[in-house]
């Protein structure tokens, strides 16, 4: 079996892969691909200069050290690969969500939405999108319920290892956890811009959300 360092150090050239790709990424032009399009439907708000995704500074404030509590709150499901935690393949999940929630009128206000990327798995992914109607036609539905802490992290993907240990230490801080093992409990990661987007803002934020009770 592979040691926990060699674990480590393997994630962290990975991640500093994904960096890589990120930065070769150019910045979202006024000319949208149909992704981009399709991420805009489902983003909602609109961002500025050309952009694909909404600038998420207006949004830290909501998820910076929040607890968040879900009562039954419905989530259609798309299932993607990912390398590390990173989704692949990202606009063709998130455009097959968009196809359902439109035909259904299923969208949520825009200070409502969110989408949440599972953390169970570092090879594959459920990525859940927040919908107004318990029953979305064609689509995997998923409803979450239970208290989530949040919290805002800015910086390279090759930072996700010193974001999880950070967020462990707000958990043990915030709810006397003496123990909080990531692998095992339900976590998820809400990428708020894609590389494109990120470049042009010069900020990529990611929030990670972690059920506590």
Same mark, same amino acid.
């Given at each position: ?6 674990k /480590?150090?393997?994630? /962290?050239?990975?991640?500093? &892969? $994904? ?6 990424? %150019?910045? @979202? ?11 805009? #439907? ?7 200069g ?11 404030? @909501? ?11 419905? +989530?259609? =499901?798309?299932? &993607?690969?990912?390398f590390?935690?990173? %989704? *692949?393949? +990202?606009?063709?999940? &998130? ?12 969208? =949520? ?8 990327? !599972?953390?169970? @798995? ?5 990525? *859940?999108?927040?919908? !107004?109607?318990? *029953?979305? %036609?064609?689509?995997? $539905? ?5 208290? +989530? *802490?949040?919290k ?14 950070? $967020? ?11 123990? +909080?093992?990531?692998?095992? !409990? ?8 894609? %590389? ?6 010069? #900020? ?7 059920? =506590?009770?």
């Amino acid at each position: 079996n592979e040691s926990y360092e060699s674990k /480590q150090i393997l994630s /962290q050239e990975v991640h500093e &892969t $994904m960096d890589k790709v990120a930065a070769a990424t %150019p910045p @979202s032009s006024t000319t949208r691909t149909e992704e981009d399009a399709t991420r805009t #439907k489902i983003a909602k708000p609109k961002g500025g200069g050309g952009c694909c995704c909404p600038k998420f500074d207006d949004r830290i404030e @909501s998820f910076e050290e929040k607890e968040w509590k879900f009562e039954n709150k419905p +989530f259609i =499901v798309e299932s &993607t690969w990912c390398f590390f935690y990173i %989704p *692949l393949n +990202f606009g063709g999940a &998130t455009s097959r969500a968009c196809s359902k929630i439109d035909a259904a009128d299923a969208a =949520v206000p825009d200070e409502e939405f969110i989408m949440l990327s !599972s953390m169970n @798995s570092r090879w594959n992914t459920r990525i *859940l999108c927040s919908v !107004s109607k318990d *029953l979305v %036609p064609g689509a995997e $539905m998923v409803h979450l319920s239970g208290t +989530f *802490l949040t919290k805002v992290f800015e910086g390279p993907y090759s930072d996700f290892d010193k974001w999880i240990k950070e $967020m462990k230490t707000y958990i043990k801080r915030e709810k006397k956890m003496e123990e +909080f093992k990531a692998n095992k !409990s339900e976590m998820y990661a809400y990428y708020s811009t894609c %590389p494109g987007c990120a470049k042009k803002y010069g #900020k990529n934020y990611t929030v990670l959300f972690a059920k =506590v009770a």
